[in-house]
């Protein structure tokens, strides 16, 4: 008897609770939320609600940046919007683990990083191949 009453308090409790607000629509955006997730204008509608939830969450720190951060945020926001969750959670999981390394360290992996990014550029601006005056349109 005592189970069954603990389960009905807990039921009462549960129903109780306010029912997870779903993520506002691009529409009911503050000015300021809709001008850091500017971005994300055309899709932002059609985001998950728990995705759009993070992403405000972010654009909370959007004020506070400096004009290069918020360009740098602007230029990546698109490109993290479409990633897989999977991947999202991957990238969240490396930045967790650099955030706790020692400073020397997670500067030395960002070097490498920058120095393999810079790498792969070069190597695909090489590999483009130079038109031939044969191939030129007349």
């Excluded at 993290?80 to 490396?94: G, H, M, T, V, Y």
Aim: charged share 30%; glycine share 0%.
């Amino acid at each position: 008897m005592l189970n069954f009453t603990f389960g009905i308090a807990l039921l009462l409790c549960l129903i109780s609770l306010p029912a997870h607000a779903a993520a506002p629509s691009w529409r009911a955006l503050t000015p300021a939320q809709r001008e850091a997730l500017s971005p994300l204008v055309q899709q932002w509608d059609t985001l998950p609600d728990k995705q759009r939830d993070r992403l405000l969450e972010t654009a909370k720190r959007y004020p506070q940046m400096t004009p290069e951060q918020q360009q740098r945020y602007h230029e990546r926001l698109p490109i993290w919007s479409k990633l897989p969750p999977e991947k999202r959670e991957a990238a969240r999981k490396n930045y967790r683990a650099l955030k706790k390394m020692p400073p020397e360290k997670r500067e030395q992996i960002k070097r490498r990083v920058k120095k393999d990014k810079e790498k792969k550029a070069h190597q695909s601006a090489s590999a483009v191949p130079a038109t031939s005056p044969s191939n030129q349109p007349q």
